[in-house]
């Protein structure tokens, strides 16, 4: 096993989910919503022009992030960060961007996770009793959207598998992941199975299954992850 | 001024009562109402409830009432850009309740158009949910969450008409509009107040039956 | 008991809304909302520049009737009546337009109806297995509204009572009405009882309770019909 | 057209398919599709339950589809303009569900931001609310009511732009935006297809994602 560094980790796994997504929207629109971090570099490697983004603390159609001296600290996404308008943007209050995101509208959100299990159970909105206290849009988004794409380093930083059999800290939702990327792997779950979809070229299978503590099935078109 | 509505901010703030909950419109620091919240900090009226997306930042915007000890309890989604909050819980100086962001915005427009609860499916099986009764519908489980009502609404806009008539800027609107709808008093702070008929009827946000007092903002 | 022509009566029944809302208007802006018949009326009598009219079709700051050869048939009340627009009124969907009023904010609702009852019942949407099938915003403004106003005759075509001691019709609303006025009489309901405030003078107590069935205590200050 | 959710009157209402649940803007004959409708009622496609305020009048507008036999049910709040409803439900040529104007609208939206189900004070106590849940909050009664959604709905917007953003006019407005939430394929008759930017991101009121289809009024 080949290890691969934080940042060229973070670009890989925004880049593969960015591929899903410019392949799924030769259909037709897409639109998706970016949390914070990994998610938000996925509009970095977006080339359809199908592909809308929705933030939301109330806007459809966000671009890319403002460049110095053009910010506009009432022209945020939902990190706080400073954007720009795309031609045909849309504002609108809080509760119709959730009711855009609960009805069903959005075809998919991408976020980060804490833990995901081999039952498609998140945990991504808090540790107990830490510094931090919010769960803001993440129960929303897990639930609401068609398609739920989690972005994470197969590992946490001290090395402990983040797909995990059963997860440990507060859920977000239930069974609401559909896809989870990593810099080694890509997996689905379809019928209630995990499935490995792809395989990074710098890891064996059995490494993979020595850093992933979830059970999974070989998806009988598995094969390397195109770089 | 010509409006009726427009009062100095020390007068408006001063409809804030201790113990109040009061709402406050805002998503970080885009869209809230500054000069209320300087003010409410300088009355230094306590114990209050605020229900408000997140709470700033330690020490600037809604995150003075927390650090001026202004504040009783939160009812929000969102307090991991304000460590203070998290301490502050974990001593057992304020009660937190955490509401999914969605579920928030839901419940306050809720309580502006006379909807005392709804089931969503936002939450269900998490430790939000816990107390809350849970039903199936089409095979999905939902939560029943009520709505969230106000003393007061301090909420920001970009323009009124004198009447009270509303209109948002971009992102700063988020809370603002469906805040509006639900306090028994409504306080915006706008940038400026333009003379009735200029504002297009089709694109008010925020009609004027909904908005008590208008203040300007200085700066 | 003296004779009141149907037009003189509608006319009559109208005015004495329309001072009602004029009084009340001095306190501060005043929002109603006013049914159909009767109760359209109620606005060429109202003299406050404080009273604003709320149409539950979608529009607060409903003017008078279009003139003739300014009629826009998609600027109407919820009469289908062509009206005009007032400086500062706004459009709105259906859904934001009865959350205005199922949340309270409109002061009063001014509406017809085929039999009040002594508990303030009011049944005013359906003759079963009649010509009409409709119930409209009825149920809608009777519970929302602020303050529900009956705008009747004081007795039916066939000179049957209106105001009864208990509805026989199928009910709009439980214990909603506020305040009944006919060209008799002005009523009020107050902690539960019927109190009559105001008496025509062309009618005695003793008629009046001739065509009454319902059961009213007398005001302490009853007095006559301002005409 | 440069708008590629652009279609003909008549390929557009081919997709209403016989038996459909189908959302119809309108109050009165205020902001209905009239060319979709006449469309469909040249199509004769029938067994539909129509989901719409009210019926226009008979063998005008969506009157034409009962005159025409189109019509299995009906989900609506007002047909005392069209009698020849109360007569078709009263020989049982068709149901009819009548629901408060107010949590009509209210459900259709509901079943557009994925809430399925509201407590609302409306209808407590009446006919109306006959085998609802009905429950108190705050001391007042109140009734359980279901969201509404449909197979397909049809819309009538004044302007779009080409990625589909509608705006409307005056009272036309209506039941227009909620139903354009509330439908697994939205249509849309405007008057006019304008570029891309020529509307205000701030006044835009049915946002593109909600919208499949764009038909023009020819007249």
Redesign the interface.
């Known amino acids: 096993m080949q290890a691969i560094l934080e940042q060229q980790a973070k670009e890989r796994i925004a880049s593969v989910i960015a591929r899903h997504f410019d392949s799924e929207a030769q259909n037709g629109r897409l639109f998706i919503n970016l949390g914070v971090g990994i998610p938000t570099m996925v509009a970095n490697y977006v080339t359809s022009p199908n592909i809308y983004v929705q933030a939301e603390n109330g806007m459809l159609g966000v671009g890319c992030a403002a460049p110095e001296g053009q910010m506009d600290h009432d022209l945020i996404n939902a990190g706080r960060t400073c954007v720009t308008e795309t031609p045909g943007c849309v504002y609108m209050d809080s509760a119709a961007s959730f009711g855009m995101i609960r009805g069903g509208h959005v075809d998919a959100t991408v976020i980060g996770a804490f833990e995901v299990d081999q039952k498609a159970n998140i945990a991504n909105w808090i540790i107990p009793n830490g510094k931090q206290l919010g769960v803001g849009g993440a129960m929303d988004l897990v639930t609401g959207a068609r398609e739920v794409v989690i972005a994470m380093q197969h590992t946490s930083k001290n090395g402990k598998p983040k797909l995990v059999k059963g997860c440990t800290l507060p859920i977000t939702g239930i069974g609401e992941a559909d896809m989870i990327v990593t810099e080694y792997a890509v997996f689905v779950f379809e019928s209630g199975r995990l499935i490995l979809k792809e395989i990074a070229p710098e890891i064996t299978l059995d490494e993979l299954r020595a850093i992933t503590d979830a059970d999974f099935d070989l998806s009988p078109d598995l094969h390397l992850m195109p770089l | 001024m010509a409006s009726d509505k427009y009062r100095s901010i020390e007068d408006a703030i001063a409809r804030v009562k201790p113990g109040s909950r009061i709402m406050v419109g805002s998503?970080?620091?885009?869209?809230y109402p500054e000069e209320l919240i300087e003010a409410l900090a300088a009355s230094g009226t306590g114990d209050l409830t605020i229900i408000s997306?997140?709470l700033g930042t330690p020490g600037v915007g809604l995150g003075k009432l927390l650090t001026n000890n202004q504040i009783r309890s939160l009812i929000g989604?969102?307090?991991?850009?304000n460590?203070e909050?998290?301490?502050a819980?974990?001593e057992g100086r304020i009660t937190?309740k955490?509401?999914?962001?969605?579920?928030?915005?839901?419940a306050?427009?809720?309580?502006?158009?006379?909807?005392?609860?709804?089931?969503?499916?936002?939450?269900?099986?998490?430790?939000?949910a816990a107390g809350k009764e849970t039903r199936e519908?089409?095979g999905?489980?939902?939560v029943l969450e009520?709505s969230i009502h106000a003393d007061v609404a301090l909420i920001k806009a970009y323009k009124a008409?004198?009447?009270g008539?509303l209109?948002?800027?971009?992102?700063?609107?988020?809370?603002?509009?469906?805040m509006a709808?639900a306090a028994d008093t409504v306080i915006a702070e706008v940038e400026e107040i333009v003379p009735?008929?200029s504002?297009?009827?089709?694109?008010?946000?925020t009609?004027?039956?909904?908005v008590d007092v208008l203040t300007m903002r200085k700066s």
Not at chain 2, 207 to 210: A, Q
Request: with cysteine; charged share 15%; proline share 8%.
């Open positions: 998503f970080g620091l885009a869209g997306n997140d989604t969102y307090y991991n850009w460590p909050v998290a301490g819980n974990n937190v955490l509401i999914p962001q969605g579920t928030f915005a839901e306050i427009r809720a309580a502006g158009v006379g909807i005392p609860a709804f089931f969503t499916p936002t939450g269900a099986g998490t430790d939000l519908f089409a999905r489980a939902c009520e008409d004198e009447l008539n209109v948002y800027y971009k992102t700063a609107r988020n809370f603002n509009p469906v709808m009735v008929g504002l297009d009827p089709e694109s008010i946000v009609p004027h039956i909904y």
